[in-house]
């Protein structure tokens, strides 16, 4: 049980990263390599307001979302959106250099070992369960991110409102004719996606500590969650996430040489019989 706890607090991590990166994909067709850099800001967005404003882990769940996603629409405005029509490969080099400047400027500033970032008083201690213990806060975690991710869901795929960014994806022009603002709405997608980065980070800056690297350890793993669930599939992502993250957990206990190998193995079992995915449109 505490494996699977472990599993769970990794898959709602991965769930979250993965979900903004399909945001991403699904509408934009831009492989966002910086949202490693993103997450690994919106942890230390929230050490800064703690340390310079004493503003505590409840505000900053609402600060480093906007300050990081106003980041993002910036960068996107800047150079994301000269890439659109070109191939996959320059978005991913141009995200991939953005990433590295972030994360070298910070480890120069801050070292690599990691700063501290207590867990907030409310939800301090556990619960005896009676065959573990478990901590309140990593079980915070684990229905915050579930409700993130299930409430992301709903708005693209069952509100109007994601219906005009599905149909924006497939045929932008005739979206625009109907007098949206297809500009603005990509602009804003790619800042959502670059929030949940950010509210991730956050989320595990109590478990995790602050690290410059954070976000360069976990991307990687990320992307296989994506391949996995599908490039641009949401609940893929969500499903996708979890699972992977309980399976690693499982691992651990089970076979332990194998944890660090076994979601990349998924990844080209999944590849080998269905190339797009479990939840991926067959084209």
């Known amino acids: 049980m ?5 599993g769970l607090i990794n898959g709602a991590f ?13 509408l934009l067709n831009i492989i966002n390599f910086a949202h490693g850099a993103q997450y690994m800001l919106g942890a230390f967005v929230a050490y800064f307001a703690l340390q310079w404003a004493g503003l505590g882990y409840w ?6 979302p906007i300050a990081v996603g106003l980041f993002g629409i910036v960068l996107e405005r800047a150079m994301l959106k000269r890439l659109y029509h070109l191939d996959h490969l320059y978005g991913l080099l141009l995200t991939f250099g953005i990433a590295l400047i972030v994360q070298g400027v ?17 939800l301090s201690g556990g619960y005896n369960l009676g065959f573990m213990f478990l901590p309140t806060y990593r079980a915070w975690v684990i229905v915050f991110s579930l409700a993130v991710c299930l409430a992301t869901w709903y708005v693209i795929e069952r509100t109007r409102l994601g219906s005009y960014l ?19 709405m990509i602009t804003l997608t ?3 996606g670059v929030a949940l980065a950010a509210l991730a980070g956050v989320l595990a800056a109590p ?10 350890d976990l991307i990687i793993v990320v992307f296989a969650v994506v391949v996995i669930g599908g490039l641009g599939s949401i609940m893929g992502s969500i ?15 089970f076979y332990p040489e194998a944890s660090n190998t076994v979601i990349f193995v998924s990844m080209a079992v999944v590849l080998l019989f269905r190339p797009s995915g479990l939840f991926g449109r067959v084209t």
Do not use: D, W
């Not at 910070?106 to 409310?122: A, D, K, N, T, W």
């Open 2 to 6: 505490g494996q699977l706890l472990i």
């Open 106 to 122: 910070f480890r120069h500033e801050y070292g690599s070992s990691g700063l501290p970032y207590g867990i907030p008083s409310q």
């Open 207 to 216: 478990i995790y500590q602050v690290n410059p690297l954070m976000g360069a």
């Open 239 to 253: 499903v996708t996430g979890f699972a992977l993250g309980v399976v690693e957990g499982f691992t651990k206990f």
């Open 166 to 184: 599905r149909a924006a994806t497939e045929n932008p022009a005739l979206v625009q004719a109907f007098g949206i603002n297809v500009p603005r």
């Open 14 to 26: 991965y769930a979250m990263l993965s979900l903004g990166l399909a945001v991403i994909f699904g």
């Open 190 to 192: 790619y800042g959502f």
């Open 59 to 64: 505000g900053s769940l609402l600060l480093a």
